[in-house]
């Protein structure tokens, strides 16, 4: 027998943008000099046409380290525009509303971020400071080195996402555990 009335239908997830064509993502360090450097790098270089990255810092030094911009010249992207600048560019009117921010470095997880235009997804995808790191000139290259791998995998692994099709609870997970894979495995940078 069929009943006259309302249909009830199941209630899609909600996904990030089904038909979205391109994505903002801010990479954010405490200083803005090296890891969020790189990685501003690495995704515009991979996630061409589909993703632009951008990178700032809570308390940014003012500079990028040069054994930062060397290892992406070690890796054939362009460094040009490449600069330390406040994560407050990217909070205000104006700014490119994003859809992700990933902490890369301890501090600026901790820290009291600002509120984002357009509430993007946030995950912390902590790499040791290749900054910190004291020893020979070779000791601090492969710092550098490890770090780019680090982050060139786990970019690697979230441009695999297929984002159109998951429901934000999905991606939330996903970029989180993201944020908990080691650089195994990682490719070495052409």
């Known amino acids: 027998m069929l009943r006259t009335g309302v249909l009830h239908a199941r209630r899609k997830p909600e996904t990030v943008n089904a038909m979205k064509a391109h994505y903002n993502v801010l990479f954010l360090c ?3 000099s ?3 450097i790189m990685a501003e790098a690495i995704l515009n270089r991979k996630g061409k046409p589909a993703f632009t990255a951008y990178s700032a810092g809570s308390r940014p030094g003012g500079r ?3 054994e930062a911009l060397k290892q992406l010249e070690v890796a054939h992207l362009p460094t040009d525009g490449l600069r330390s600048k406040s994560w407050d560019e990217f909070a205000g009117p104006g700014a490119p509303q994003m859809d992700f921010v990933f902490t890369v470095c ?6 009291a971020c600002p509120l984002w235009p357009g509430q993007p997804m946030t995950a912390h995808w902590g790499v040791p400071d290749p900054a910190a790191v004291q020893g020979s000139p070779e000791q601090i290259a492969r710092a550098f080195r490890e ?3 680090m982050l060139d995998r786990r970019i690697s692994l979230f441009l695999s996402l297929p984002l159109a099709s ?3 609870m999905a991606i939330k997970k996903e970029i989180d555990n993201i944020g908990r894979s080691e650089s195994i495995g990682s490719v070495e940078p052409q």
């Open 147 to 149: 770090a780019f791998l």
């Open 106 to 111: 301890d501090n600026a997880a901790r820290e």
């Open 166 to 168: 998951l429901d934000k």
């Open 64 to 66: 990028v380290r040069s």
């Open 30 to 32: 405490t200083g803005n």
């Open 34 to 36: 090296a890891r969020s």
